[in-house]
């Protein structure tokens, strides 16, 4: 779907990567395993001088474990096994572990301490409380669903960590990923490029942004994303460069855009291994969703990392979106909703927008035209697509599905996503019922959104930074937005999220008899955020479900 452009990184340049500094292996980490000296030496061995040496090394030992102790903020740092009450309590605690604890902390003077997670979250602002007489239906619609214990833990294995030595100093194997699509669409292809380069042991290039093109959307990587963020977060687990060295500008360039679905691990190596190895280049396309979802432990904790800690947005879009979202958030706690009214969902879809006649000849013409555009169900019209919850929810649902959840007229709804096809008309039916209506160019102040007007993947991510931050979250449809927030919500504190039962509840809808607010409610209960671990349906994100591979219970969380 995507067209071709000319690739404006600065990947075929001649100018030669930085070099950064990247974390090394600790020389004390040899002492933890190191052979064990046979008994017959023993008595050599221990002489006067060596028991004085080995009591003042316990000494030290014991001595810089207590200030450990007193020094529980350079804990965020370390991995859940480390930071776990277990491994505090010295009865119980090995020699062996003790050393691990301390040397873990230990780094080489001419190397920055590696960012702590805990500081490198996207983190949204604290709940907003309700406040005054409310009903129950308000109090249960507004109500945070329970994290049941489950804290953000990424502890990687010590084989992990040890092989992260090795690889986040590649120089002479190189990944370029070209991502395509919408903005939370390029996330997910970002997040499974860094995975792969994990794999292959390669450096990765800064991703290549392709043009979106249904918006016209030609930003690069640094335009949306904060790239020395990204290089600082992961420098312990890729390399990441911004640009090809000139020892590579001249390699055959071996383009793989033919990957199949479901590919696993074993698969990459198997497929790009030899050919690294022999070209030094690497280049990935139409890599969206090919990855397997069912990867290691370790490499999920990776996706996470990088979904989470290490796609912040560039300084200028999370200073507006920081700004925009304190201007909804002051005011009270407020709703996030996901609308996809825009024109191509519609023709994508399949489904009529509930317009007229006139709006409906519309879509129906585009789709004539790019017949490529419809997605599934192909045999489906467009009534039998809406009862099986392939359609957007309209402006009406949305208010009846929201009156039916306890939500309050009064409450203040923040509309995230593009213009709505039919403009106002398209949203008369939710501002009747909700007159607190409030999108990013109400928020906004004296042109602080026109250096983004035609930049979509921008305004995208504003939107994201506002609906992290609100009470209530609500897709209308699926999509990598939902998805994605979902699961950064969960990751965040388990703030509440609505995904509707589309499939269930239209169908009450259609028929007036039902008391259908008791219904939805009752359909919709058990999926208002409350975790759910991804291992109970395998083939689940885990961006999306980050329970609980990346989330662990009982124990002290990253933050």
């Given at each position: 779907m995507a067209k071709s452009r000319n690739i404006k990184n600065p990947i075929f340049t001649l100018t030669p990567s930085p070099v950064y500094h990247l974390l090394s292996a600790s020389p004390f980490t040899s002492l933890l395993f190191s052979p064990k000296k046979s008994p017959r030496n023993y008595n050599k061995l221990l002489t006067p001088p060596t028991l004085c040496l080995i009591s003042l090394l316990v000494s030290m030992t014991l001595f810089g474990v207590s200030i450990l102790g007193f020094t529980s903020n350079s804990q965020d740092s370390l991995p859940c096994s480390l930071n776990s009450p277990s491994s505090l309590s010295f009865p119980s605690m090995s020699i062996s572990s003790m050393l691990l604890t301390s040397l873990s902390s230990v780094v080489p003077k001419n190397v920055e301490d590696e960012p702590r997670m805990a500081k490198t979250l996207m983190a949204p602002l604290p709940l907003?409380?309700?406040?005054?007489?409310?009903?129950?239906?308000?109090?249960?619609?507004?109500?945070?669903?329970?994290?049941?214990?489950?804290?953000?833990?990424?502890?990687?294995?010590?084989?992990?960590?040890?092989?992260?030595?090795?690889?986040?100093?590649?120089?002479?194997?190189?990944?370029?990923?070209?991502?395509?699509?919408?903005?939370?669409?390029?996330?997910n292809q970002i997040v499974d490029a860094v995975v792969i380069a994990r794999i292959l042991e390669a450096a990765l290039v800064v991703p290549v942004l392709q043009v979106n093109p249904i918006w016209d959307d030609e930003s690069e990587f640094s335009e949306i994303f904060n790239v020395e963020h990204f290089k600082r977060v992961l420098r312990a687990d890729v390399r990441i460069v911004s640009s090809l060295p000139s020892t590579h500008l001249m390699s055959r360039q071996s383009i793989e855009n033919q990957i199949p679905y479901d590919v696993s691990p074993y698969w990459i190596r198997a497929r790009f291994s030899r050919l690294l190895n022999e070209e030094g280049l690497l280049i990935l396309k139409a890599l969206d969703s090919k990855l397997s979802k069912n990867l290691p432990p370790d490499l999920q904790k990776l996706r996470c990392k990088v979904a989470f800690h290490a796609l912040r947005f560039a300084a200028?879009?999370?200073?507006?979106?920081?700004?925009?979202?304190?201007?909804?958030?002051?005011?009270g706690p407020y709703i996030a909703l996901h609308l996809r009214l825009e024109k191509d969902i519609w023709v994508r879809s399949g489904c009529l927008s509930s317009l007229g006649p006139e709006y409906d000849k519309i879509i129906a013409k585009s789709r004539e035209s790019q017949p490529e555009y419809l997605t599934g169900r192909l045999n489906m019209n467009h009534i039998r697509r809406r009862l099986a919850g392939l359609c957007p929810l309209s402006a009406l649902e949305i208010a009846r599905f929201l009156k039916a959840l306890g939500a309050p007229s009064t409450a203040r709804i923040y509309i995230a996503g593009g213009e709505p096809f039919g403009g106002s008309l398209a949203l008369q039916p939710l501002i009747a019922e909700f007159p607190n209506v409030i999108t990013k160019e109400i928020l906004a102040r004296g042109g602080e959104l026109s250096p983004f007007i035609k930049k979509a993947s921008a305004l995208a991510a504003i939107d994201y930074i506002i609906s992290l931050s609100s009470n209530v979250f609500i897709p209308s449809h699926g999509g990598n937005f939902g998805r994605v927030m979902q699961g950064h919500r969960a990751y965040a504190g388990h703030k509440k999220h609505i995904r509707p039962n589309k499939r269930a509840m239209l169908p009450v809808f259609e028929n007036s008899t039902f008391e259908f607010g008791s219904i939805i409610r009752t359909l919709h209960k058990k999926s208002q955020g409350q975790p759910e671990p991804r291992t109970n349906k395998r083939d689940r994100d885990v961006i999306a479900y980050p329970v609980p591979e990346c989330m662990c219970k009982h124990r002290t969380p990253i933050f």
């Amino acid at each position: 779907m995507a067209k071709s452009r000319n690739i404006k990184n600065p990947i075929f340049t001649l100018t030669p990567s930085p070099v950064y500094h990247l974390l090394s292996a600790s020389p004390f980490t040899s002492l933890l395993f190191s052979p064990k000296k046979s008994p017959r030496n023993y008595n050599k061995l221990l002489t006067p001088p060596t028991l004085c040496l080995i009591s003042l090394l316990v000494s030290m030992t014991l001595f810089g474990v207590s200030i450990l102790g007193f020094t529980s903020n350079s804990q965020d740092s370390l991995p859940c096994s480390l930071n776990s009450p277990s491994s505090l309590s010295f009865p119980s605690m090995s020699i062996s572990s003790m050393l691990l604890t301390s040397l873990s902390s230990v780094v080489p003077k001419n190397v920055e301490d590696e960012p702590r997670m805990a500081k490198t979250l996207m983190a949204p602002l604290p709940l907003q409380p309700v406040t005054g007489n409310v009903s129950k239906e308000e109090k249960e619609f507004w109500e945070q669903p329970d994290g049941k214990g489950y804290k953000p833990c990424l502890d990687f294995s010590l084989k992990y960590r040890k092989a992260s030595a090795r690889i986040s100093k590649e120089r002479r194997r190189f990944l370029v990923v070209v991502a395509s699509g919408g903005l939370n669409q390029q996330r997910n292809q970002i997040v499974d490029a860094v995975v792969i380069a994990r794999i292959l042991e390669a450096a990765l290039v800064v991703p290549v942004l392709q043009v979106n093109p249904i918006w016209d959307d030609e930003s690069e990587f640094s335009e949306i994303f904060n790239v020395e963020h990204f290089k600082r977060v992961l420098r312990a687990d890729v390399r990441i460069v911004s640009s090809l060295p000139s020892t590579h500008l001249m390699s055959r360039q071996s383009i793989e855009n033919q990957i199949p679905y479901d590919v696993s691990p074993y698969w990459i190596r198997a497929r790009f291994s030899r050919l690294l190895n022999e070209e030094g280049l690497l280049i990935l396309k139409a890599l969206d969703s090919k990855l397997s979802k069912n990867l290691p432990p370790d490499l999920q904790k990776l996706r996470c990392k990088v979904a989470f800690h290490a796609l912040r947005f560039a300084a200028p879009i999370q200073d507006l979106g920081n700004r925009l979202s304190k201007r909804m958030w002051i005011e009270g706690p407020y709703i996030a909703l996901h609308l996809r009214l825009e024109k191509d969902i519609w023709v994508r879809s399949g489904c009529l927008s509930s317009l007229g006649p006139e709006y409906d000849k519309i879509i129906a013409k585009s789709r004539e035209s790019q017949p490529e555009y419809l997605t599934g169900r192909l045999n489906m019209n467009h009534i039998r697509r809406r009862l099986a919850g392939l359609c957007p929810l309209s402006a009406l649902e949305i208010a009846r599905f929201l009156k039916a959840l306890g939500a309050p007229s009064t409450a203040r709804i923040y509309i995230a996503g593009g213009e709505p096809f039919g403009g106002s008309l398209a949203l008369q039916p939710l501002i009747a019922e909700f007159p607190n209506v409030i999108t990013k160019e109400i928020l906004a102040r004296g042109g602080e959104l026109s250096p983004f007007i035609k930049k979509a993947s921008a305004l995208a991510a504003i939107d994201y930074i506002i609906s992290l931050s609100s009470n209530v979250f609500i897709p209308s449809h699926g999509g990598n937005f939902g998805r994605v927030m979902q699961g950064h919500r969960a990751y965040a504190g388990h703030k509440k999220h609505i995904r509707p039962n589309k499939r269930a509840m239209l169908p009450v809808f259609e028929n007036s008899t039902f008391e259908f607010g008791s219904i939805i409610r009752t359909l919709h209960k058990k999926s208002q955020g409350q975790p759910e671990p991804r291992t109970n349906k395998r083939d689940r994100d885990v961006i999306a479900y980050p329970v609980p591979e990346c989330m662990c219970k009982h124990r002290t969380p990253i933050f």
